[in-house]
């Protein structure tokens, strides 16, 4: 088996630098933080119960008796995997009523 160091033959280096077949350094690897969870901050004073937040998010924000998002003046947690419906449901809302925040 013959290893290939980075920049030979085309490679990008975007992998470990192989200095023989038996070691290999992982110089090259980027380790990233673990990101803080995303919340969403809702304004209770900017909230005009259009609805369109909780349409876009339906298991994230849900709407009270009168129609306003019921989670109007809190901070949300969002669960991983529904990043892009808060954002969705931030852009969406006419008011400017959410805040993201990570």
């Known amino acids: 088996m013959v290893l290939v160091a980075p920049g030979a033959d085309g490679d990008r280096g975007c992998g470990p630098t192989v200095t023989s ?6 110089t090259n690897y980027t380790t990233y933080a673990r990101m803080p969870p995303m ?5 209770a004073g900017r909230c005009a119960g259009h609805g369109r937040c909780y349409a876009m998010a339906p298991g994230l924000l849900e709407p009270d008796e009168l129609g306003f998002v019921a989670e109007r003046g809190t901070t949300v947690d969002v669960p991983a995997g ?15 009523a ?5």
């Open 98 to 102: 959410i805040d993201v925040e990570s």
């Open 21 to 26: 077949e038996a070691t290999y350094s992982l």
């Open 39 to 43: 919340k969403l901050a809702i304004d």
């Open 82 to 96: 529904s990043e892009q419906a808060a954002r969705d449901a931030a852009a969406w809302c006419p008011e400017a």
